[in-house]
């Protein structure tokens, strides 16, 4: 399999659930990244991690853990959510901090659903 | 703070109409801007980089430009699978590796 591969591709969660979101890369990038896309907004950028640098983005609830085991694979733990975390959350991957010809590669994302 | 604009929200032509889409941005510093375009339920795919103002790109119908402030994709003689949302989105020099991103415009073109 190629590209970046994300699971599951949509998700029902009760707001007392928690579930994982998880995201492989096979592109031998060396940065990977979190964004959610709502209706109507640019995509928000979650969370990065690359060899570089690891972001924790101040501005996105402690509900959202972010885990990143290795160059890979990307994880998005999510407890307690509220109904407007409702959203597309993608997952991206890049080369890392030399290579921008090709900006990201994003996979096909998770559609969440909170009720 | 950085930030990009893009106009219209949305665009509905016939097919075979060529029209223009707008990015508008404000950065520090460019270190390149890129054109996605997604198709409902998937993730946005990569069409062009932009890294200095009076460079061309081009793929089939669709040519990207770039000056010092905005940034155009030229859309010719549409097809209806040319229907997508295009997203701008811009690296600015002081970003690592952080990309801004656009609003999109929804792009429909009709047979």
């Known amino acids: 399999e190629t590209g970046v591969t994300q699971t599951p591709r949509h998700l029902v969660m009760g707001m007392t659930n928690k579930k994982s979101l998880k995201c492989e890369q096979h592109l031998g990038h060396n940065a990977m990244y979190w964004y959610k896309q709502s209706a109507k907004k640019p995509l928000e950028l979650m969370f990065v991690?690359?060899?570089?640098?690891?972001?924790e983005n101040n501005s996105v609830p402690s509900r959202f853990s972010p885990e990143c085991p290795n160059s890979s694979h990307l994880f998005l733990h999510l407890h307690t959510l509220q109904p407007e975390d409702s959203a597309l959350y993608l997952c991206?991957?890049?080369?890392?901090?030399?290579?921008?010809?090709?900006?990201?590669?994003f996979g096909s994302g998770t559609r969440l659903t909170v009720v | 703070e950085d930030q990009v604009t893009q106009s219209p929200e949305a665009l509905r032509l016939q097919e075979g109409e060529s029209s223009s889409l707008n990015c508008s941005y404000t950065v520090s510093g460019l270190r390149g801007l890129f054109w996605y375009r997604q198709d409902p339920g998937k993730g946005p795919e990569f069409l062009f980089t932009l890294y200095s103002a009076g460079e061309e790109k081009e793929k089939e119908r669709l040519k990207a430009t770039l000056t010092k402030k905005e940034s155009f994709l030229h859309i010719t003689a549409p097809k209806p699978e040319d229907s997508a949302t295009y997203l701008c989105a811009v690296l600015p020099e002081a970003a690592g590796n952080k990309l801004t991103f656009g609003g999109g415009t929804r792009v429909l073109v009709k047979p």
């Open positions: 991206a991957s890049s080369p890392g901090t030399g290579d921008h010809n090709y900006g990201y590669t």
């Open positions: 991690y690359s060899l570089e640098e690891r972001v």
